[in-house]
T-cell receptor
Framework: DTGVSQDPRHKITKRGQNVTFRCDPI?????LYWYRQTLGQGPEFLTY????????KSRLLSDRFSAERPKGSFSTLEIQRTEQGDSAMYLC?????????????FGSGTQLSVL | DAKTTQPNSMESNEEEPVHLPCNHS???????IHWYRQLPSQGPEYVIH???SNVNNRMASLAIAEDRKSSTLILHRATLRDAAVYYC?????????????FGQGTTLQVKP
């Protein structure tokens, strides 16, 4: 079963450093989503791609955050000049566009700790 | 997006049925009701979804009120592995984005 894969699972960094996370979606899925989740809260939408096009970005996504999905396959999420408030679980999900039947499949996330 | 209201937490005994409620009084005619759950240290996973009629699958059943202003996720026999946060989410069919807007969900504890 090749589900959604995220790498790394854990990342500890110092404030001010840049970090990059990778997400490998399920192979035939054309949509890819990034979410952020802090302790005790539900996941918050950050951005999503349809194929290689980034179609929506949340206002939560400051200019220090950038996401790419070259060639419509894997995606990367980069955070520049990390801040302690960036500490969270970063979740990736993918789906196959099917109108009402569209289901999101989530990875296990990357836990970021900014010291 | 129309909002949902769920209890913060619920408890159940193992092997007993669990009814998880969700209120969505401002639901529109094109909103589907989706349920996802999140097990500890994992990403959310799809459980079930429906529009008007009750739905069943291998994981759960979804009972939708006739006026669609509320719904109930039913786990027929809770197991310890069902302990998770359950999210009830409305999703508009006409929306051109597949994104889900999560609330805080209901934390289900299952006691042996």
């Amino acid at each position: 079963d090749t589900g959604v894969s995220q790498d790394p699972r854990h990342k500890i960094t110092k404030r001010g450093q840049n970090v990059t996370f990778r997400c490998d979606p399920i192979s035939e899925h054309n949509r890819l989503y990034w979410y952020r989740q802090t302790l005790g809260q539900g996941p918050e939408f950050l951005t999503y791609f349809q194929n290689e096009a980034q179609l929506e970005k949340s206002r939560l996504l400051s200019d220090r955050f950038s996401a790419e999905r070259p060639k419509g396959s894997f995606s990367t999420l980069e955070i520049q000049r990390t801040e302690q408030g960036d500490s969270a679980m970063y979740l990736c999900a993918s789906s196959l566009l099917r109108a009402s039947r569209e289901k999101l499949f989530f990875g296990s996330g990357t836990q970021l700790s900014v010291l | 997006d129309a909002k949902t209201t769920q209890p913060n937490s619920m408890e159940s005994n193992e092997e007993e049925p669990v009814h998880l409620p969700c209120n969505h009084s401002t639901i529109s005619g094109t909103d589907y009701i989706h349920w996802y759950r999140q097990l500890p240290s994992q990403g959310p996973e799809y459980v079930i979804h429906g529009l008007t009629s009750n739905v069943n699958n291998r994981m759960a059943s979804l009972a939708i009120a006739e006026d669609r202003k509320s719904s109930t996720l039913i786990l027929h026999r809770a197991t310890l592995r069902d302990a998770a946060v359950y999210y009830c989410i409305l999703r508009t069919l006409s929306s051109n984005t597949g994104k889900l807007i999560f609330g805080q969900g209901t934390t289900l504890q299952v006691k042996p």
